[in-house]
Nanobody, 125 residues
């Protein structure tokens, strides 16, 4: 059974750091492109960062100086290291998987085949 489970969310002060992790089971993880998205109340799911199966990385402009995506194929996990967190980063963060290699990019939620249930990140001021 395909399953993605996010962990690592919580409450952090502005300027602090947090690392999210996503465990992806039920697929050949090495052949999947992975992404992190976030969604705040009333807003659409927003691209945060993506990493292809061969480790090419992408990130949104708001995040590319503060957030780092990585993957560990031996552990079937993808992580998101978030530094210098701001109040605007408060959201539910979701991990997604897209089978590949194939076209379409990693920037839109519709490209992904599987999603986790999300983990809440709350940044206090």
């Amino acid at each position: 059974q395909v399953q993605l489970v996010e962990s690592g969310g919580g409450l952090v002060e502005a300027g602090g750091s947090l690392t999210l992790s996503c465990a992806f089971s039920g697929v050949d993880f090495n052949n999947y492109n992975m992404g992190w998205f976030r969604q705040a109340p009333g807003l659409e799911r927003e691209f945060v960062a993506g990493i292809q199966w061969h480790s090419q990385r992408y990130s949104g402009n708001f995040a590319n100086d503060r957030f780092t995506i990585d993957r560990d194929n031996a552990k079937n996990t993808v992580t998101l290291r978030m530094n210098n967190l701001k109040g605007g980063d408060t959201a539910v963060y979701y991990c997604g998987g897209k089978g590949g290699p194939r076209g379409g990019g990693l920037y839109t939620a519709r490209e992904y085949d599987y999603w986790g249930q999300g983990t809440q990140v709350t940044v206090s001021s």
